[in-house]
């Protein structure tokens, strides 16, 4: 059973950094392209990033360029990112996701992790 | 790609058939998904590539469309089918709806 568990949300004051993990199990986890999405309270949804299999290649949203660091261990099976210069405007939950074989729809997600940005 | 779902609110009677829509301001080529996602729940994806079933999720789930209109249909509502359900397009960046929130009546 394919299993993704975020971890390392919290409260954290505008200009500070956090940094998630997400923990990956029951599928071979180096195999698959995997991404964060976001959703602020009441919103809707946003990709965030995405990375490739061997972490080579990584995408962003525009509005976390520079800010947000996305990658993997996949020795560990662990997904990162790494989110530096936070803002009140990126406080969401945070999700996990793996996207689908060869295409970038998301097939499995995380319970997700709240990231509050505030002083 | 900007995706516009609609309606945004949605109620009807547990066995009606149910059509919700999602349009893109570009064409999609048909890489358009759906999500559903319960109250406090991660989304979990129903259909991908437009059509395409994901394992698991019941037969009575659809999807159909082409170029920039594209629709989730729901044969005969469940009472378990509440929730709000978004579009998603992975042909030219990676878009969500809105969202189009199913109620019961």
């Known amino acids: 059973e394919v299993q993704l568990v975020e971890s390392g949300g919290g409260l954290v004051q505008p200009g500070r950094s956090l940094k998630l993990s997400c923990a990956a199990s029951?599928?071979?986890?180096?195999?698959?392209?995997m991404a964060w999405v976001c959703q602020a309270p009441t919103k809707g949804l946003e990709w965030v990033a995405s990375?490739?299999?061997?972490?080579?290649?990584?995408y962003y949203r525009d509005s976390v360029k520079g800010r947000f660091t996305i990658s993997r261990d996949n020795a560990k099976n662990t997904l990162y990112l790494q989110m530096d210069s936070l803002r009140s405007e990126d406080t969401a939950t945070y999700y996990c996701?793996?996207?689908?074989?060869?295409?970038?729809?998301?097939?499995?997600w995380g319970p997700g992790t709240m990231v509050t940005v505030s002083s | 790609i900007q995706l516009t779902q609609s309606p945004s609110l949605l109620s009807a009677s547990v066995g009606d058939r149910v059509t919700l829509s999602c349009k893109g301001s570009?064409?999609?080529?048909?890489?358009l998904a759906w999500y559903q996602q319960k109250l406090g729940e991660a989304p979990k994806l129903l259909i991908y590539?437009?059509?395409s079933l994901q394992t698991g999720i019941p037969s009575r789930f659809s999807g159909s469309g082409s170029g920039t209109d594209y629709t989730l249909t729901i044969s005969s509502l469940q009472p378990e089918d509440v929730a709000t359900y978004f579009c998603?397009?992975?042909?030219?960046?990676?878009?969500f709806g809105s969202g189009t929130k199913l109620e019961i009546k």
């Open positions: 996701a793996r996207h689908g074989s060869g295409y970038w729809y998301f097939d499995f």
């Open positions: 029951g599928f071979t986890f180096s195999n698959y392209g």
């Open positions: 990375i490739s299999t061997g972490g080579g290649n990584t």
């Open positions: 570009q064409n999609i080529n048909n890489y």
């Open positions: 590539n437009t059509n």
């Open positions: 998603y397009q992975y042909n030219n960046g990676l878009t």
